[in-house]
């Protein structure tokens, strides 16, 4: 019998529609051609909010809804999503006024109603530095203080991922779709085991192609149609030591006038975003050197302690898939998603993490509409996503190691099992990048991979050299990493 929907693509929105769809009773399979939020999932902002610097471009529907799905979130998967502060300094003569600032936070509140965090007020300069010290003195006026959310961007995908297992989808990764086609009134998609190279069939009765940068290659296996008009947009990030005392600023970039973040994440900073249409394939996405020498130059002009030479931890990127608009910056076009329909495919456009539910219960109305499958009616709003700390804290009597790294990092055997038996991770790098902190540091991934691929390897039950390779594989990534890094502090020395 054939799935009722097969969904392409196993990041947020992916996971969300295979969650939403299982829940309402539909047979669903999922297959991700690598690992679970291996994609722009994992390479986001990590901010679970309305967006403020959306406002600016009037896309008022998008803040509403995404302020609405924020308080959603913060109830129902708490152990991803937290509420975060957010200071905007103003300096003489710099970014944006403070009466508009005021102004935006205004609507902001209003556009939140009753799902605002907490009341957003104005600093003067000694406030603004007594909460944030290291904000550079000269010029300063004040700041504005206002609430969002920050979330485990790759955590929360895979969580959602294993419930909607929970709920009775298949999900399959390292299972990549080659082939698509209608076959009377059902498709049959041609995937192989990427590990393996094994190829399988499976038929389902709608297709959901929720392969982000990918979407424009997955329709391209069905037939060669016009495009849909896609945008992808660069989007890079870079790690480096605590820079402040947990706030998250919002600066204004000196050369271009864009909005970007400094965030706290506990002995560290991320830094971001960039914004540039990139065309590059979307495996190969990657940082380059002047993404990195801008956020760290831009961000060094306010908080003088980071010296714009300072080598980051860590630098990655993501491609945003946006629904093309009229905008000419990249950093206008709208972040509004688009559902395309072409009979009983439906691929996504654009969108937010933070709007994934929403999105994923409009498609699941449609899938339901297309197909004629009666289905329940949508609980996602009211059924909370479960945790994994208690699941990995049973696990740990059986599963006793530890391994400290830098700072206060540290994996533990349990987690490592936990990912494994759960959460499908097969290569170290699974767990490393996507369901751990550890993300965080290079040189803690590169010392924390024999362990974890011995930990792995005992489940899995890898041989010496299988053991090695899973090593070796690490190592190729960050070295990949490391050069990119180098290069940057090559440029800014220059
Ligand atoms: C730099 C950046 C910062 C962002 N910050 C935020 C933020 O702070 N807050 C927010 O709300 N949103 C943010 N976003 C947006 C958000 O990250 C994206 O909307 C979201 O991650 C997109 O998820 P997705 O599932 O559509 O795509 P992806 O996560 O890219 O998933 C698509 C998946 O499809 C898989 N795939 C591709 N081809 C195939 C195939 N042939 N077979 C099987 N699988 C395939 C890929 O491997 C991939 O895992 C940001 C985006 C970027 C780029």
Redesign the pocket.
């Given at each position: 019998m054939p799935f009722d929907l097969l969904v392409?693509?196993?990041?947020?929105?992916?996971a969300a529609v295979a969650r939403d769809a299982a829940m309402r009773g539909l047979r669903v399979l999922l297959?991700?051609?690598?690992d679970l939020?291996?994609?722009?999932?994992s390479?986001?902002?990590?901010?679970?909010?309305g967006g403020i610097r959306y406002l600016e471009t009037g896309q008022f529907g998008l803040v509403r809804e995404a302020l609405r799905e924020r308080a959603i979130l913060l109830r129902l998967a708490s152990e991803f999503v937290r509420p975060l502060p957010f200071l905007i300094p103003h300096y003489r003569r710099e970014g944006r006024p403070r009466f508009l600032v005021r102004a935006g936070l205004a609507l902001y509140a209003a556009l939140a109603g009753h799902h605002a965090l907490a009341r957003h007020r104005t600093l003067d300069a000694t406030e603004a530095r007594a909460l944030e010290p290291e904000l550079r003195p000269e010029g300063l006026l004040g700041a504005s203080l206002y609430w969002d959310a920050q979330m485990d961007?790759a955590l929360l995908c895979v969580s959602v991922a294993v419930d909607a297992e929970r709920a009775g989808a298949t999900i399959r990764t390292y299972?990549?779709?080659?082939g698509l086609e209608v076959r009377g009134s059902s498709w049959r998609a041609r995937?192989h085991d990427v590990d393996s190279g094994e190829e399988r069939i499976e038929e389902a009765r709608c297709v959901v192609n929720?392969?982000?940068?990918?979407a424009e290659?997955?329709r391209g296996l069905v037939r060669a149609a016009p495009g849909v008009g896609l945008r992808r947009t660069r989007?890079t990030?870079v790690v480096v030591p605590s820079l402040t005392r947990e706030k998250a600023l919002l600066l204004t970039a000196h050369r271009d006038g864009r909005a970007f973040f400094v965030l706290p994440w506990g002995e560290h900073s991320l830094i971001?975003?960039t914004d540039v249409d990139d065309s590059t394939p979307p495996e190969r996405v990657a940082p380059d050197a002047g993404d990195v020498r801008y956020l760290l130059e831009e961000a060094a002009r306010a908080l003088p302690r980071l010296r714009g030479d300072a080598r980051p931890l860590r630098a990655f990127a993501?491609?945003?898939?946006l629904a093309q608009g009229s905008a000419i910056r990249p950093w206008a076009n709208s972040r509004e998603h688009r559902i395309v329909e072409e009979g009983t495919m439906l691929t996504?456009i654009g969108?937010?993490?933070?709007t994934h539910r929403s999105l994923a219960e409009r498609v699941v109305d449609r899938v339901a509409a297309l197909t004629g499958v009666r289905v329940g009616r949508c609980v996602t709003a009211e059924t909370e996503l479960p945790g994994r700390l208690r699941a990995i804290a049973e696990l740990t009597p059986r599963y006793p190691g530890k391994l400290r790294l830098e700072g206060s990092l540290e994996i533990t055997e349990a987690e490592v099992a936990h990912a494994v038996q759960k959460e499908h991770a097969r290569h170290p790098d699974d767990i490393l990048e996507r369901r751990s902190r550890l993300w965080l540091r290079l040189d803690a991934m590169r010392r924390a991979a024999p362990q974890v691929a011995a930990w792995m390897g005992s489940h899995l039950g890898w041989d010496e050299s299988r053991r090695a390779r899973e090593v070796e594989r690490v190592a190729h990534a960050m070295d990949r990493e490391a050069q990119v890094l180098d290069a940057a502090m090559e440029g800014g020395r220059t």
């Open positions: 392409v693509g196993g990041g947020i929105q992916g297959l991700e051609r690598g939020a291996s994609g722009t999932s390479r986001s902002s990590k901010l679970i909010h961007d299972a990549a779709v080659v995937f929720a392969a982000g940068p990918w290659a997955i989007g990030h971001g975003t993501g491609l945003r898939s996504l969108g937010k993490y933070t």
